[in-house]
């Protein structure tokens, strides 16, 4: 059931030369999709001495096994080496990027080399091109989309593109499509903003070719009806994935105050899934999915300042609730708005805040370091700190280094932060 055409484009921004070669298909099948494809592209780059941030750090784009194909895949994959680690880096993100990106008859993207100038790439059919983005440059994740659509006049173009935090190299960056999907861990977008790649924008118009179109369909019938029977598939289209969150709380694998305890107890209630519904106008899905699970929101960012948001997910809710002390619905959507804007990965955002509150509240860091108090839940100073870090001002560039912020904060305060290999982790797992 192989989708035959997987085609990678070579992109050196630092030359200008872009060319376009067919993936093998004895490779195809043994590395598959997105993910698989990636790591094999990646090592054919890679070698222990890359600088995450330097030109030579591949980026590479690639959409999913059957991304685009009937109702089965609307996800991708980017990769590089990761500014946020060190190590691999590597993110999931779903939307209508990664069906767009094949319909243009490419499956894969390696970006290498890094332009003088800001540029974003646009792809129609297999024609790469590098344009000019300096008029794009200081604008967040939903500007520049707009402003590259109105720009090639299509509003079916594809965009995905990083926020002031990849332009700043927050190591923590990601890359941003549609209102809310990115490919958030690991800090791609820094690497995109290392290359000064504002975007990459896509449409495509090209037909998918299938091995075996009869075999497909009936195994696409077989897995939509099995998959819509299940209860849990079923909640997730009304509720999303924060229907964990009472599941979280109840049985205790919530990640409280940089995981300093695992429930909120009764001071949970006002977070659960069925609360968002007052600001749900509905539930929407990636490209062709059936199981819609996100909500699309209308959030008030400040007085009389209403936007259309997406999600969010269970992940976001408690990077920008619980984990930080915040038990409050309505500012926690505002501040997952707030990363999904700048193009911030919200988990790790919570968990590096979430660390200096705690370093914070033992004395660690005081007010000096950081110019205001950081108490447990104070929405205020979040939202403050939040811009500093995109913006990498103040206290705020020692955190956009995420872990590596540890070897000016010292050993002392390298002990309150939870991560594995330099990633933060998300939750807490009852063990
Ligand atoms: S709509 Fe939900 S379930 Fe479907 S691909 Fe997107 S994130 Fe996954």
Redesign the pocket.
Known sequence: MMVFKNRLALINLTKREISLEEIPQEIQFQYLGGRGMNMYLLARRFHPRIDPLGPENPLIFGAGLLTGCLNLG??MNISAISPETGYLGDANM?GDFGAELRYTGLSHLMIVGKSKDPVYLWIKNGDVQIKDARHLWGLDAMETQRAIRQELGDERVQVACIGLAGENLVRFAGVRTGLKSIAARTGLGAVMGSKHLKAVAVRGTEDLEIENPQGLLSYYKDLLKGLMERRWVQA?GRFGTPLMIALGNTAGFLAVRNHQWTSVGEAGLGLVAENLERYSTGMV??CS?P????HRLKIEMEKDKEVYGEGPEYASVGSMGWKIGNLYLESILQLVELCNRYGLDAISTGSYIAWAMELYQNGIIDEKTIGFPLEWGDSKSIKKIIHMIAQREGFGDLMADGSFARERLGPKAGEFLLQVKNLPFEMTMKG
């Open positions: 609307s996800r779903g997730l899905a990636c999915c199981v819609h699970c996100r």
